[in-house]
């Protein structure tokens, strides 16, 4: 009766139900009144112009992380290190971003691609070392991830910087900035990136639905000894998977470099773009079009989460908690597969 | 006499940053060794830490200067609980165990952050007023040069740290506990042909895990911050994981391993004071331990054999 298609549909749907109203017997249970809570949430996501820029905002690098770890997900390979891509992508972006003086038509391109690059060598490594060594890709973009943010840090005191804790602002012909969407929104911070996003959605579409190798990278996720049998290179295809995803998160690099902050900082910790992205994929079913709408409820949740405090005195930490039950829920998703098949039977 | 001086301090450095991975890390090394793949080890920390934090301040007037030992023993047993969200998902749920294990960190941050928002109306909790303190073992600090180097201004953690590093290897490969647990994560299937309970066994490895993760963040909390925020348990958990796959999940291994991450990280704040390493800027000290974790397990250092069915969930009567 019930087909996968519908299973793929549903379950992240009752998942994001679970999740929200797991967040209201968590605010009950502490003596707020969820309604409230969740009316703050709303308002902050899309109560004024300015409020809706931010969030948009913040779902443009979700989306192009989520890509990146859905489209390694599609190959069978967990990309844990989309972090360390995003930041080696934020950086190579400023980095062209401050240190060229071109016109606009070949500057900003050249910047996103120098990210895209950026981020793809980050995911050629653990990539390589999986097909050719076969090294749990899980534990070397973790230690990446590291490895990023190190490197980042020393490369933007010591050589985009004089000892100083971020970069200079990017030159205007490298910026995804937009004064008109900005005064649109009360000067939020959105930028011209989400097309960016929108059009990186579309290709990944493209590539996996559309294309030869995305069938390969495809078979290869499904059953990699099959595909070896079928004639196919599952090694090329595993570094290839790799660095696509890696390219995806380096681009969610130039959306805060180029766009969002302009500038590059000395981070003490991480930015938890990527790792929000395995939850924007896991919700999204790792398809192009679910990772587009996962990004928005996440950007909707964190950036709604920032008016819950003064509104409706609730932390806005509670989001966090919400976050991570969604994901346990959507990863649980053979419980809620036998919850539904027991129903189906009992009411025969 | 000056060298002596200086291998003590890097000595002490080190001990200081490896003891709570050795818990971790060992914790790991039971939760893998059942075949669970436990990348949620940092948010089991965070949790200790947490709660140990949380529980020294409220049952200080209570227990005086037990005050510590109480606190870890209740993180212990609170992260164990925790850890049991980990288990029902990945093993009777049959949830992608990396995937609940990144839910787990994101749930301890979580909920550890609210709490401290709801508790203390703060991003912080207040500084605790019964830390653990370095002290020197009577008598055995007398010996010349060893006293200096072992027994001097180490805290009583690290030594519990090394001995349990023991009690585990002896538990792991010298019971039929062990036995069991390693069966299970070698070939579930045969384990259960044999009449072992897979699930119970790897439920037990993964609440071990959750205890010792917890001991581990509680252990950083009292000797290291002495208070929770979120910038306490920053990466910590992934170091052990990587300390429990460096050390081929043998809990010595892991040890040795958890011992020259400690080094490793020490290194980068004492190297000031070494001639040798004054003039190699800092950020290769940082990445160290990550690079050579990854030379490591691309088979320059040794192969890395990891449990057999480490990752896959059992199910009753598939092939």
């Known amino acids: 009766m019930f087909s996968n298609r519908l299973f793929n549909i549903l379950v992240p749907i009752i998942s994001v139900l679970l999740g929200l109203i797991s967040g209201a017997i968590i605010m ?63 950086l190579a972006s400023v980095w062209i971003g401050i240190s060229f003086e071109l016109p606009m038509i070949l500057h900003l391109p050249l910047a996103i691609l120098a990210a895209a690059i950026a981020g793809a060598f980050w995911g050629f490594i653990p990539g390589l070392l999986k097909a050719k060594l076969g090294v749990h890709e899980v534990i070397v973009t973790i230690m990446m991830n590291y490895i990023a943010l190190y490197l980042s840090n020393s490369i933007v005191r010591n050589l985009l910087s004089d000892g100083a804790d971020r970069t200079e602002n990017v030159a205007a012909t490298a910026s995804l900035q937009s004064n008109w969407l900005a005064e649109m929104t009360f000067y939020s911070r959105i930028h011209y990136g989400f097309i960016v996003a929108l059009l990186m959605a579309l290709v990944m579409w493209f590539i996996i639905n559309r294309t030869t190798t995305g069938f390969e990278l495809r078979s290869v996720g499904f059953n990699q000894h099959a595909s070896k049998y079928a004639g196919m290179n599952v090694s090329k295809n595993i570094i290839l998977a790799m660095v696509i995803s890696g390219a995806f998160a380096g681009l969610a690099g130039a959306m805060e470099g180029l766009g969002t902050f302009g500038f590059m900082s000395i981070k003490s910790g991480f930015t938890n773009i990527g790792f929000d992205g395995i939850a924007v994929a896991l919700l999204g079913a790792n398809t192009a079009f679910g990772v587009i709408l996962a990004a928005f409820l996440f950007g909707i949740l964190k950036i709604g989460a920032l008016n819950m405090p003064t509104a409706a005195g609730v932390p806005t930490e509670l989001v966090e908690i919400i976050i991570a039950l969604i994901i346990f829920f959507v990863a649980s998703s053979y419980m809620i597969r036998w919850v539904i098949l027991r129903f189906k039977k009992e009411g025969k | 006499m000056e060298i002596i001086e200086l291998i003590s301090r890097i000595l002490g450095a080190s001990v200081v940053f490896a003891t709570p991975l050795i818990f971790t890390a060992l914790g790991g090394v039971f939760s893998e060794r059942s075949g669970v793949i436990n990348i949620g080890l940092e948010g089991l920390m965070i949790m200790g830490a947490f709660v140990a934090i949380v529980s020294n301040l409220t049952f200080y007037s209570v227990f005086g200067s037990a005050t510590p030992i109480v606190s870890l023993i209740i993180a ?105 647990l390693r069966s299970v994560g070698e070939h579930p299937m045969a384990a259960d042909t044999n009449g072992i309970n897979v699930y ?57 391993a958890a011992i020259f991450f400690g080094f490793a990280q020490s290194l980068s704040i004492v190297s000031s004071d070494i001639a040798l390493l ?3 800027p800092s950020v290769f000290m940082l990445i160290a331990p990550y690079v050579l974790t990854i030379l490591a397990l691309a088979g320059f250092i040794g192969r890395a054999e990891a449990p057999k069915s480490l990752g896959e969930a059992y199910v009753k009567g598939n092939r």
């Open chain 2, 76 to 180: 212990m047993v609170v992260s164990a609980i925790f850890a049991l969200v980990h288990a029902v998902a990945s093993i009777t749920f049959r949830a992608d165990q990396v995937v609940s294990g990144v839910a787990i960190n994101f749930l301890a941050l979580g909920i550890g952050l609210f709490l401290t928002k709801q508790w203390y109306d703060k991003g912080q909790t207040d500084f605790i007023e019964s830390p653990i303190y370095s002290s020197n073992v009577p008598l055995l600090n007398k010996i010349p040069i060893l006293g200096d180097m072992f027994f001097t201004g180490w805290y009583w953690t690290s030594y519990l740290a090394i001995a349990l590093a023991f009690l585990v290897w002896f538990i792991i490969f010298k019971t039929p506990f062990g036995l069991r």
């Open chain 1, 28 to 90: 009950l249970i502490f003596g707020y009144n969820p309604i409230a809570g969740f009316a703050a949430l709303w308002n902050g996501a899309f109560g004024d112009a300015y409020f809706f820029g931010e969030t948009i905002r913040q779902v443009t690098p979700y989306i192009l992380s989520g890509l990146a770890v859905a489209f390694a997900l599609r190959s069978g390979l967990l990309n844990i290190g989309v972090e360390g891509q995003v930041f080696m992508g934020w």
């Open chain 2, 278 to 280: 004054e003039n190699v």
């Open chain 2, 200 to 256: 119970k066994m790897r439920y037990i490895g993964v609440m071990l895990s959750g205890a010792f993760g917890g001991l581990g963040g509680a252990v950083y909390a009292l000797t290291v911050t002495h208070n929770f925020s979120h910038g306490t348990i920053v990466g910590q958990g992934f170091i052990a994981l990587a300390a429990v796959i460096f050390g081929k999940w043998h809990p010595l291994g892991a040890l040795g």
